[in-house]
């Protein structure tokens, strides 16, 4: 990553050669210790979720930085996830309750770009408790963590990016459809949830290979 400090005379310079690819990837721009995105950037950090731990683990401020549990007891699973190497997310949810993992961005969300998402996920429907047919992956920009069992959308805090509602359990990757930020947003989260509550209303996930690029 190549890092540039201008003058802010220079401002429009930076943005018309900042952005362009180096070797080791595109270019972050920084004005006024403010990180801006380019076209292309992943903004997500460890969205592969790899781990050498030998077996799964609940998760706490340490176990993948800079991925912090939101809700719940989100757990890292150690067995091979989307794309065979090992490490991916396993979570249940229903409407009202459930678990979610959140970070802070180096790189902010900023107002007006357009972000897309993609993810590896995959219903883990191995609980005959459980009784959804279907589970939903729902990601979301923030500012300020709500201290809710569920988030909902509270614009400009918390704004839903979109989600992905399968039945498919295999691993499979979705491209979510492009999002343009009503605001700027300081972090990214998603939670697992279906449509239902009370007893047996849990579905569960397994999400790996998380992005969140601008476009
Ligand atoms: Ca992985």
Same mark, same amino acid.
């Given at each position: ?8 005379? %220079? ?8 952005? +362009?690819?180096? =070797?080791?990837? =595109? ?26 731990? =030998?077996?799964? !683990?609940?998760m706490d401020q ?6 912090l549990p939101a809700t719940g007891t989100p ?18 949810g229903?409407?009202v309750d459930g678990e979610s993992i959140m970070?802070h ?10 972000? $897309? $998402?993609?993810?590896?996920? +995959? ?7 459980? $009784?959804?047919?279907?589970? +939903?992956?729902?990601?979301m920009a923030f500012n300020q963590a709500p201290s809710t069992t569920h988030w909902v959308e509270d +614009?400009?805090n918390v704004a ?15 491209? %979510? ?9 300081s972090g990214?989260a998603f939670n697992?949830e279906?449509? %239902? ?12 290979? !998380? ?5």
């Amino acid at each position: 990553m190549k890092k540039i400090l201008v003058p802010a005379v %220079l401002l429009t310079l930076v943005f018309i050669t900042g952005c +362009r690819d180096s =070797p080791t990837g =595109p270019t972050t721009v920084y004005v006024h210790d403010t990180v801006y995105s380019c076209p292309h950037m992943n903004l997500l950090d460890a969205g592969d979720f790899l781990t050498s731990n =030998p077996s799964v !683990v609940d998760m706490d401020q340490s176990t993948i930085p800079p991925w912090l549990p939101a809700t719940g007891t989100p757990q890292l699973g150690a067995g091979l996830g989307c794309d065979s190497t090992h490490g991916y997310i396993q979570m249940w949810g229903n409407s009202v309750d459930g678990e979610s993992i959140m970070q802070h961005l180096r790189t902010p969300i900023q107002k007006g770009k357009t972000y $897309v $998402v993609t993810a590896c996920i +995959r219903f883990l429907k191995d609980n005959p408790a459980n $009784v959804s047919p279907f589970t +939903r992956v729902r990601f979301m920009a923030f500012n300020q963590a709500p201290s809710t069992t569920h988030w909902v959308e509270d +614009r400009p805090n918390v704004a839903v990016i979109g989600s992905v509602t399968t039945s498919n359990e295999t691993w499979q990757t979705y491209t %979510l459809q492009d999002w343009v930020a009503d605001s700027d947003y300081s972090g990214f989260a998603f939670n697992v949830e279906d449509d %239902l509550v009370g007893d047996g209303s849990a579905s569960w996930a397994k999400i790996d290979n !998380v992005t969140l690029k601008e476009k």
